[in-house]
Every structure is written in C-alpha cells, then in structure tokens.
C-alpha cells in the first residue's frame, strides 16, 4: 500500500492451447496499461470504519429503542442490522437511513419484554470488507423500574412558526444521575454539529432553531438517558410553512377616491389575515393595513387624482406569505381638497370692503378650478343673513363687495369650484367696515335745574346698529331762549368722554329759558342732533356758609356755623348733615336762620366723621360746606364679643370671635392677644393676630386650657374677654381586634371581633359593605348582617363611626354559601301527630360540593307569637349549634332543656328522602325530642359545607346553607289515658315538688312577718311593695324610679321569675336585637 492506498491489478493466465500465446500476449499489453495509468486515476479502497456506534441501552415495556450506526469507507459501506445472528424483520422493526447515507437507525416501537432483549449487531460492508459491533438491549416491566430512572418532565409540544423565525421545542427531564438529553427528528438524531450554530441545544434541554426553514419541519422527539436507562418523549410536530401568493390580484377605481381591490380567494388554504402594503407613486412612505380573510378589499381615503401602487400578502398561522408583484391605479378626480390660500380683506368705506386670494395648492386641486364663490356674513345688526357673490372667474384673485352695513363686522369665505363640485371653504376672516357719522342721535335726553345757574342734562348712546363707528364724545348744544326763540349763538359743550352720560352746564343765568339738544361723533364727524329739550333755570340759592368745629370732651363736637356771603333773597334755615365714615346714612338736623351752633353728642372716639352744612332760601338748598374731623384714639373699652371654639383635635384649638362693640373700639383695632393656659398651672402662653380667628398649637392631648382675649389699639389694650374652656380631644383609643367571620350563611353572615382590655366605648361602630353601613354598639362583639345574595362575594369594613376613609378599620372578605337547598321540607304522614312524632319529605340537595352535616332543625313558636319565619339565616345558625348540642348526662337534662326556642333535632352525615321528628333518639349528639304541641312550629333543613379558611385569619369560618322554612304546623294536644307513673318519671318530679314545697313556705312566712311588723295602709299591695324597695335602697336615683315610672319603665313591666328564662331567650333572638332595644 502506498500513499495512494491498495492498487488491484488482475492477471488472467492462459491454458496450454494453441491460444495460450495469443492471450499472454494480450495480458501482456492489458498489463503494460494499467502500469502507465497514474495513481490519480484509479479510487482508492478502504475498509469501512464507524463513526459512530450504538450503545447499551435499557428501555421500557412499550416505549422506544433507537440504535444509531454510522461508518465511512471507500466504496460507502452499507449498513445492515443483525439479531441473533439474523437480520432483523418486524413490523416493530423500523431502520432508518441517515440523508448522507452514512449510516442508519435501528428503531424499535412498542418494546416487548424479553421478546426484544438480545443483543442486536451493526455490520458495515463494503468491497473493501467489513466490520460489525453490537449493542445490548434491555427491556424493564413498570414495575421493575429502578429509582432513578429518567423521566420526562416536560415534553414538546405541536408548535407552528413562519420561516425565518426562532423555534423553540421545550423539553425538562429528571434522574438520578440527572440524564442528558438528545434530541431525534423524524426518527433521526439531531446532528447539532452541522447546522453552523443555528440549531443549539439550550442548558436546559430545549432544542432551539433560529431562522427556522422548511427543511426544519417534522417530528421531534426528546430523549432523557441515564446510567438507568432511557425514556423517549411523546413526539411533536414543528410546521415551517406559510400560504401561497394572491392569484388574480387586480384593482379598479371608484368615482369617490376609492380604489377596490380584487383576488382570487385560496379556500383550500387556512389565511387568517390579509396584508396589503400600498404607496404613492414615487413615495417610500409604505401604509400598512390588515384585514379578515375576503375576495376583495376597499382602500379609502386615498388623494383624487393620484398613482398608487399595491402589493398583497396572506397570512396563516404558519406565517406571512410572499406579497405580489405591485400594481398601480389612479384614483378619479374630485373637489378641492384645499380652499383658496392667504385670504384677505380690506374695508376700502364704510359701505364696501376688497377680498383677495390665492388658488389652491396644485395638489389638493384635483383638477381644474372652474370659479370661486366668496360669501359674507354680518356678525350682528339687521341683516345677519348668508350672502353669496358666485360666477367669479377661474383666472380672478380678488372681488369688491359692496352695499355693505357701515361699520358692521362681517365674515368672508373663498371656495374653489372644480367640474365635479366645490371644495372647502378657507377659514373665515373677520373685517369691520369704515367707520361714518352716527346715523341717529343719542337716546333718552333728559334736562333737570340743578340750581339759578346750573342745569344738569342726562342721556343714553345711539343704538349700537346706528352708531357707526366708535363713539368718541358728545357735544351738548345750549341756546338762550327768549319768546320762544333763540337769541345769540349757540354754545357748545365737548364732553370728549365716550362712557359719558351727563353733563353739567353751569354759569347761566336765574329764571332764564334754555334750549338744549346733544349730539354723538365719530372720528368721521358729529351725527344727527337729539330733539330740543327746554328748561328754565330756577332762582338764586345761598352761597357756602362758613363753619367751625370744635371737638370737646365726652364724646361730643362743638358745630358753629355763620350766614354766607352770597345770600340772595331771605335767609330761612340750615340743613346739617353729618355720618361717620363707615356708615351709610347721614343724621340731618334742620335750623332756623337764627341758629348758629349745635353740639353733635354720643361720637364714637378714633372715629372719622363727615359734616355738611348748607344755607336755605325760598329758591332752594345752597351749595354745602364740608368738613372732616377725626375724634381721639384711645385703647378699647371693652373686650372682644362671642369667643368661642370651632374646632378641636388632640393637639390644636380653633378659636373665633368679634371685635368689641363699636362704641367700646375707641379706634381702629390694630391687634389681638389670645392669652391661654392649661388649668392646673399657673403659666400663661399667649399668641398675637391681626385677624378674628387663630388656631392654638402644640396643645397637650385630653386637657382643658383657660382662654381668654384682647383687643388693642394704637393707644394700648382694652379689658380681658371673660374666660371659655375647652378640652382638647384624646388620642383615638384602641380599637377593635380580630375581625373575622365565624359563620357564613346563604344570605347571612356573622361577623366577630375582640375588644382590648384599655377599650372605651367611643360611642358606635360601624360596618360598611356593598355601599351600605350598619351601626352596632361598642361594647357589642358580633353582629349578624342579613339580607345579602346567594354566593356572592362581599367585603366588610369594620370602623369607628366618626373616622373617616384613612382612620382605623379592619376588613375581611367572603364570599356567601350557594343556594344549595331550593326547596322546602314538606309533610309526609299526620297519622303519628298525636303521639308527638311526625314524618317529614327532605328536599334534594343540587350540589357537587362536599357537604359535612346536614341538621334538621325545629322553630317552636306561640299562637299569639306575631313573629314571621321568611329566612333561616336571620337566625344565629352558629349559636344554635353552640347551644343546641345535648350532653351525656342522660333523659333527664335533655327534658330539663328548655323547649321554647329554635332547636336542633338531628345531625346527619347523609340526607334521606324522609325522617320522623320526635322520636327520641339521639342524632350525633342532637336529642330529638317529641314536636311541642298546641303551638305552632317549623322545621327547615341546614347543610354545613366543608369547613374553609379564611384568608390571613388563622380562625375557620363556618359556612351554612338552609332550605326555606316548611309551611307552619300545629301538633293538636290530645288525653292520655291515666297512666302509673315511672320510676324515671318519679325521680324527675318528686325533687321539683319539694323544691316548691320549700319556696312556698318560705315566702308564707316572710308575707306574716312582715304583715305583723307594719300597718296595713289604704293601698295595701302598691305601697307595700314600694315601702319594701325603698327600705333597702338608699340611692336617690333608685328611689326616684321608684317613685316616678317613666313611660319606658310602664311600656316594659316586672318579668315573674318563672318566666325569666322565656323571656331572656325571645331577647337573645334577631343576634339579640330585642335585648339592645330593651335596655337601650
């Protein structure tokens, strides 16, 4: 062998013939041939050799055995598989050829106990020769499997994913040792080695795919293998695929911008979504758009007169297929999508403004502008109408619009026309024409004679539509009168203010004639004149007297007046008027001419005051002298009014008050002291303010503090307010623990909590649940809450009733039992009534959930008891069963227990069809006495699920569903034949009527002592019993209930001591609803 491998060369010998010199001739050449052949040309052999072997493997009764063998050689050998010497043949019997040819795969499925354990061989041939090993296989029963064998945790699942996206089969197996985990596909192995790291095998066993193709798709199995053995996993499909491209895909469109899409449906494949990617001609800007599965599809809202292009795809749960070649489509023309652009106006009068504008962009034109129309509109006025000025020219720019409103404001729109219809209108421009003349007078002129020289002219503007513009002033024009006519020029008064409305003309003449009009202007000019208005001026007044004040002591001033210099005519009076600044009112005192002084009395000191004297004459009131004075600031003399409290917590105060009256102010309050202490110390604190209120901090928590004020001046303090006390709230008290629910019942629960030792009671507590809230005592423990829904979940809060949403609260929630027992117990048999016995049908139970107990429970009730049996769970169920349950101490306490309240007769693991009350015999723990007679009674039926746990609580919660109550039923009462009494019954009987006996005694000789010792008064038994009470009380409050009945001590009499008992268990009903009523 060289370095080219084994050379064969075959030599042929020739026989003795007469042909033998012939053929060795011809060897002869033949070897000549081949010797000159190079190496190159002739393949090399080689024998075979594995690269890969099988392995020992022990597997399990029905699972799977795979046997890998791969070798190479030259030629390629051929893989064979041996058992026992035989080539192995089965239905079982699966080889597999690996895709290069390289090898095979030996697989057994189901495995069968020792039909398939042997020893199976590999033999790999070639021309070159052949080789061979052999693997054991071990087949294990279920029973037989050793600890530790592997076993798959978690196996693959059916998986479908689009080409190109990342596959991951998940696997998760156990062992001891922990077994590696492989991986076959279509009964291959996984050769991990040769895909360039796109298939990996994760730390964790899954098999992960990324850039998944078609040639991954197939069946995966996970194998787990150990020193143990080995375990398959049940085999998962992985789908690499995705739909077909669109056929037929075509688009037409539509006189509204629409473009409708057209293809040819697959049904045969399963799409679940279409995708369409389109796009302006000549744009990147791709829209995206899914839809359901169709034949057809609508694009809207594309532009008028526009190229698209469109490509279309399906999509499968495989993945998203390969999109069409693009087509193109136009969309129709339309209306301008845009209106004219840069629209503006221009007033060119007070009648007519100019409007210009741009075209549309070319873009949004979608065709040819025809025309343009420009309406306009006044905003107010008459004419608030829409006006249109139309067959404006495609080539026009700008229009003039006339016959305007003069200065009105109006609204102006440009729409651009194309062949198909008008597009939009520009965005409206507002433009008010020129200002004019206003076109009417001002309103309302009024003339009134202030005095001999001076009148007073009133009026109101023109009506805004006639004023024209913006009202600048108003002339007032004034003419002397005489007969009837004016004399001289006019005079005119500029009132250059145009919130103007009166104006006073002075310097004219007594007893004289005017004519007075008005008139509006503009910055274009006056308007038209108001209508002549005549007044005649009144005679001459007095002029300003002359006045001195004088303030003196006690509050008063000192007024001192003289006549005035212009007196025309007589002198009759004086008219004095005078107020303090801060109120509203003047007092007015009239004088005669001869008085000259007043003194003003009762002013009030560091006040301001305002004094006016005028002259009288018989043509009227002169003009006023005005002074002002100011008296004195002194500090107060007296305190701030109504100090009192209005708001409190643990550590703060709120005050309020008044100033002191305002004749004790004695100037202008400047500040206040609020001095406070707490009332066991002497300490005072104080704290200044401008204001009528303060907050008091830093306060100790449940103290009384001593508050008192004072007002100050700029002159000192006044006088201390009397003192208030206030107490400051305590810290919030401990509060309830342990809310829990203790039974929950179909429309009931019953909810529990504790009281620490430190609680005091605070007043209510409150409940809160489905937006409703119940009140409960504090001193209270539980409470029964009615009226709720069947298997409803509810929340219950549990709070102090004045804390608020952030103060202390408990909650629980629960959820309400089911409504398992629809129907009512109903009787069975009457004929066993007379002996106290009765047979009762039980009603069915529709439920699956896991019932505990049934009870059987009996209401007894009166003839005249007014009470209604509608619900069960207005009951205390879980009390019931507390109190309810007999002990062993035999017959005679179960006949001691009292027989007028609710009470359980049976307690059953099972429900039967029928039961019979009455038959005194013992029910887990449960006596089930004979039905009462001559008294109504019901009985309804209880089932207790299986206990629950309540969330975060470390109590169980009961929870109960009752059937409805059956219909009443009354036992009738019959005579017995006389009968010799039992031993059992003597031994009940004769220590009850000694312990009578004995009573009776007693209270006999007490009623003779007691006669003998006291008088017999009138009344013998209400002040007999009175006298006895009052002897051994010596409380003043006892004694006055004794003496004095309230109603409530009438409404609610002594209860006798043999009836104590009844009457304590009626008060326990309703969650002892009665008693709180009693004694509240």
Request: net charge neutral; aromatic share 8%; glycine share 8%.
């Amino acid at each position: 062998m060289g370095e080219w491998g084994h050379y064969i060369i075959y030599f042929g010998s020739g026989d003795k013939t007469g042909e033998g010199s012939s053929l060795t001739s011809q060897l002869g050449a033949v070897q000549e041939l081949l010797f000159r052949v190079r190496a190159s040309l002739i393949r090399p052999l080689s024998l075979p050799s594995f690269v890969k072997t099988p392995e020992d493997q022990t597997g399990i009764s029905g699972g799977v055995a795979s046997f890998v063998c791969q070798a190479v050689g030259e030629p390629k050998p051929r893989i064979t598989w041996m058992k026992k010497g035989k080539k192995v043949s089965s239905q079982r019997f699966e080889v597999i050829e690996v895709d290069d040819g390289s090898g095979s795969v030996l697989r057994i499925q189901p495995l069968r106990t020792h039909r398939d354990e042997a020893i199976y061989e590999c033999t790999a041939v070639n021309s070159a020769g052949e080789i061979n090993t052999s693997a054991k296989l071990t087949v294990l029963e279920e029973n037989e499997i050793p600890p530790g064998f592997p076993s798959i945790d978690m196996g693959p699942q059916l998986k479908v994913v689009e080409r190109t996206r990342t596959a991951t089969m998940l696997c998760a197996a156990s062992g001891n040792p922990d077994p590696e985990i492989s991986w076959f596909k279509d009964f291959l192995p996984v050769d991990i080695n040769s895909s360039n790291g796109r298939i990996k095998q994760l730390r964790s066993g899954a098999l992960q795919i990324e850039n998944s193709e078609e040639s991954d798709q197939g069946k995966y199995e996970c194998v787990a293998t150990n020193s143990a053995g080995t375990r398959y996993s049940a085999p998962a499909n992985l789908y690499v695929r995705v739909p077909a491209q669109p056929s037929g895909f075509e688009a037409e469109a539509e006189p509204d911008s629409r473009i409708v899409l057209k293809w040819l449906w697959p049904v045969q494949e399963p799409i679940t979504l279409y995708e369409l990617h389109y796009w302006e001609a000549g744009s990147d800007n791709k829209i995206r758009v899914t839809f359901i599965p169709a034949g057809s599809y609508a694009v809207e809202g594309l532009k008028p007169n526009t190229l698209y292009m469109f490509s279309l795809a399906a999509r499968s749960e495989m993945g998203l297929g390969v999109f069409t070649k693009p087509i193109e489509a136009r969309t129709a023309q339309s209306t301008p999508s845009a209106p004219p652009q840069d629209v503006q106006v221009l007033s060119l009068s007070s009648t007519s403004i100019k409007v210009s504008w741009v075209p549309p962009p070319a873009a949004s034109r979608h065709g040819a502008i025809v025309r343009y129309t420009v309406s306009y509109q006044a905003v107010n006025g008459e004419d608030t109408e829409r006006h249109e000025v139309t067959d404006i020219g495609a080539d026009a720019t700008s229009v003039i619009l006339d016959g305007l409103g003069k200065w009105t404001e109006y609204v102006v729109r440009v729409r651009a026309h194309t062949d198909v219809g008008p597009g939009p209108e520009s965005a409206p421009v507002r433009i008010r024409t020129n200002e004019d003349v206003p076109g009417a007078p001002p309103r309302k002129v009024e003339v009134e004679a202030i005095n001999s020289t001076a009148i007073r002219v009133t009026w109101k503007p023109p009506l805004s539509g006639k004023q024209h513009g913006q009202i600048r002033g108003y002339q007032v024009i004034y003419s002397r009168l005489e007969n009837g006519e004016p004399r001289g020029q006019p005079n005119i008064m500029d009132v250059a203010l145009p919130e103007a409305q009166e104006a006073i003309i002075s310097g004219l003449i007594s007893e004289t004639s005017y004519s007075v009009t008005v008139a509006a202007y503009t910055t274009r000019g006056d308007g038209a004149r108001s209508k002549a208005k005549v007044i005649k001026t009144t005679g001459a007044v007095p002029g300003k007297p002359t006045m001195l004040i004088s303030i003196t002591i006690g509050n008063t001033a000192l007024i001192q007046w003289q006549p005035p210099k212009d007196l025309p005519g007589e002198l009759i009076g004086y008219r004095l008027r005078y107020k303090r600044m801060d109120e509203e009112s003047f007092t007015v005192h009239n004088f005669g001419s001869s008085d000259d002084h007043y003194t003003a009395t009762g002013l009030f000191k560091g006040a301001t005051y305002s004094f006016h004297l005028s002259a009288k004459n018989r043509a009227g009131t002169g003009e006023e002298f005005v002074k002002n004075i100011s008296t004195q600031e002194e500090a107060p003399s007296g305190f701030p009014l109504n100090l009192s409290v209005v708001g409190l917590t643990t550590t703060t105060t709120r005050l309020t008050w008044a100033p002191p009256a305002p004749a004790e102010r004695n100037g202008r309050i400047a500040h206040y002291i609020v001095v406070y202490r707490d009332i066991n110390s002497q300490q005072n604190s104080t704290n200044r303010t401008t204001e009528t209120q303060m907050t008091l901090h830093d306060l100790r928590p449940d103290t009384t503090y001593d508050i008192r004020i004072q007002a100050f001046t700029s002159k000192g303090g006044g006088p201390m307010s009397p003192s208030i006390q206030s107490r400051t709230m305590a810290t919030s008290p401990a509060f309830a623990t342990s809310f829990g629910v203790k039974a929950v019942m179909k429309t009931s629960v019953l909810l529990t909590w504790e009281l620490p030792e430190n609680f005091k009671s605070q007043g209510l507590f409150k409940i809160l649940y489905n937006q409703q809230s119940v009140e409960v005592q504090g001193t209270t423990k539980r409470k029964l809450i009615t009226g709720l829904k069947p298997d409803t979940n509810y929340s219950f809060v549990l709070m102090s009733r004045g804390n608020s949403a952030g103060g202390l609260q408990q909650q629980v929630s629960i959820r309400t039992a089911p409504d398992i027992l629809k129907t009512k117990p109903v009787l069975f048999r009457t004929d066993e009534n007379s002996s106290g016995k009765i047979t009762i049908n039980l009603p069915n139970v529709a439920t699956s959930s896991p019932i505990s107990w049934y009870y059987i429970v009996v209401v007894p009730g009166s003839l005249t008891s007014s009470r209604r049996w509608e619900n069960p769970d207005e009951m205390d169920l879980d009390e019931l069963l507390k109190f309810g349950k007999v002990s062993s101490s035999g017959l005679r306490r179960r006949r001691r227990y009292t027989e007028t309240g609710p009470y359980i007769a049976a307690k059953l693991e099972f429900l039967p069809e029928t039961f019979t009350l009455g038959d005194g015999q013992n029910y887990n723990g449960f006596y089930n006495r004979p039905v009462p007679s001559s008294q109504p009674y019901q009985f309804f039926v209880m089932a207790e699920m299986k206990e629950q746990h309540l969330p975060n609580a470390n109590e169980k919660q009961r929870v109960f569903s009752s059937s409805p109550y059956s219909d009443p039923v009354m036992v009738e009462s019959t005579k017995l034949p006389h009968t010799v009494e039992s031993p059992e019954m003597l031994w009940v009987m004769g220590p009850v009527l000694a312990v009578v006996l004995i009573v009776s005694i007693v209270i006999a000789i007490i009623l003779f002592k007691r006669k003998r010792a006291s008088p017999l008064p009138k009344d013998e038994h209400l002040s007999g019993v009175k006298d006895s009470l009052l002897a051994n009380s010596s409380d003043p409050v006892e004694m006055r209930r004794i003496n004095y009945q309230t109603p409530g001590m009438r409404e609610h009499p002594p209860i006798s001591v043999c009836e104590l008992a009844d009457h304590i268990e009626r008060l326990k009903a309703n969650d002892s609803l009665r008693f709180s009523q009693e004694y509240e």
